[in-house]
């Protein structure tokens, strides 16, 4: 069984972190190992379920012997600012051909099974073998911003709140069809949205124009068409939550400045002067 330094104090797991091999889920992925990192906040041991995040990373110029590492360390995956108990992921992806990786092994329910494989991995090391999902975060940069949406389709639990950072590229526009998963997103927010606002989740966009303007902005005006047909004073509170907006620093850095925040409230107004 794989090891989790798993510390604990005051009837609560400590916040803490790992890194998993040749996880079962991933096999197909090629890459180097450790292919699965874990990293929780203060979870109080009599807790029944946990928030999970699951992180898809971007292209890397390290090709196929980049090391999960270096995908940590851009992430933003810190759960200082977070108050509910929550265990994140960040599984490697599945190196392609150059800097080029995509994520396979998370289509059609892969991405349930690895959410399933990581609790229990987790619940098994803090004696919490029952452990369960309560709201699902899937938060993706640059690269895996379209492996992400064909994820969302096949997934049997989608997610409560989906984190854009640059990464809705499209697709490639010699199959005339640049466009060709926004009826996903269409579809995931128009169900996401009739759980407001008692089971609140968000959508978050922060693009680059250069890079991924397109496709986000038709996002943009998905979201305004749904918000349109909303009661109006529900719909200014959601517009906090569910919204697309331009990135005022460079793509490397968006998604390590702008997770953090928004695990720590999905409506955060990023300040980019600071």
């Not at 851009?74 to 599984?91: E, I, K, Y």
């Not at 968006?254 to 999905?266: F, G, H, N």
Request: glycine letters at 10%; charged letters at 20%.
């Amino acid at each position: 069984m794989p090891y989790l330094p798993v510390a604990t104090s005051d009837n609560a797991v400590s916040p803490g972190e790992a890194y998993l091999e040749h996880t079962p889920v991933l096999t197909a992925h090629a890459g180097t190992q450790p292919d699965l990192f874990l990293r929780w906040n203060r979870i109080p041991l009599s807790a029944a379920s946990v928030d999970v995040v699951v992180h898809l990373h971007g292209f890397s110029q390290e090709g196929g012997a980049m090391l999960l590492a270096e995908k940590v360390a851009r992430s933003g995956l810190d759960l200082a600012g977070r108050t509910r108990p929550t265990l994140a992921m960040l599984p490697r992806g599945n190196w392609i051909r150059h800097y080029y990786y995509d994520f396979p092994a998370l289509l059609a329910g892969g991405v349930d099974r690895l959410i399933q494989y990581g609790l229990h991995q987790f619940g098994q090391a803090i004696g919490s073998a029952g452990l369960a999902m309560d709201r699902f975060i899937l938060s993706v940069h640059s690269g895996g911003g379209m492996p992400a949406v064909d994820i969302i389709a096949g997934a049997q639990h989608p997610p409560d709140e989906f984190y854009v950072f640059d990464g809705l590229y499209g697709r490639d526009p010699a199959t005339g069809e640049p466009l060709r998963g926004l009826e996903v997103i269409d579809n995931w927010l128009r169900d996401r949205l009739r759980h407001e606002p008692e089971r609140p989740g968000a959508l978050r966009v922060i693009y680059i124009e250069q890079q991924t303007g397109p496709f986000s902005r038709a996002v943009a005006d998905l979201i305004s068409r749904h918000l349109a047909a909303v009661e109006p004073a529900l719909a200014g509170h959601l517009s906090r939550s569910y919204r697309v907006e331009l990135a005022r620093i460079q793509h490397s850095q968006i998604a390590r400045y702008c997770q953090p925040r928004l695990l720590a409230a999905a409506d955060t107004e990023f300040n980019w002067l600071e």
